[in-house]
């Protein structure tokens, strides 16, 4: 194609730098907002990786990734990230489901065996072992 024009399109009317100024200045706002959601804080803080089954995530694939808060309080928001733990949303949905669940008063464990409390105590003769010594 003869004579066509193959760099950026200029604007019509030139440049307007006071709605390119505004336009920055609103993209920043927003960037910073997003930064401080406990999601963005998390995933700068823990690795990219499912707590629960180990699934590796990396910036294609990053939506698949949530922030499951620990005690199920999406107000608890420490900013040291204690509270949260990254999960496939496979994981999340289950962990949810398990909770929910648990709150309704259904066993979470249908089908494993029950597991006795350990009664033994493996310090139990150690004064009477130091006193001989």
């Known amino acids: 194609m003869a004579g066509a024009n ?7 009317g030139g440049l307007n730098s006071k709605k390119l100024d505004d336009l920055v200045a609103k993209v920043h706002k927003e960037r910073d907002a997003r930064l401080a959601g406990y999601r963005e ?16 995530f990396t910036r294609e694939n990053l939506q698949e990734l ?3 808060h620990k005690d199920h309080n999406h107000d608890n ?8 733990e990254n999960l496939c949303v496979y994981c999340h949905d289950n962990e ?9 008063g259904y066993d979470v464990n249908i089908g494993a065996e029950k597991k006795a ?10 004064k009477d072992m130091l006193k001989n010594k």
Do not use: E, M
């Not at 804080?41 to 590796?56: E, K, Y």
């Open 77 to 84: 928001n420490p900013s040291d990230g204690s509270n949260w």
């Open 41 to 56: 804080q998390s995933l700068r803080i823990h690795p990219w990786i499912c707590a629960r089954c180990g699934r590796t």
């Open 117 to 126: 409390a350990a009664t033994h105590n493996p310090f139990a003769g150690l």
């Open 96 to 104: 949810h489901q398990r909770y929910a669940h648990l709150v309704q």
């Open 6 to 12: 193959t760099g950026p399109r200029k604007p019509a």
């Open 66 to 68: 949530t922030v499951h």
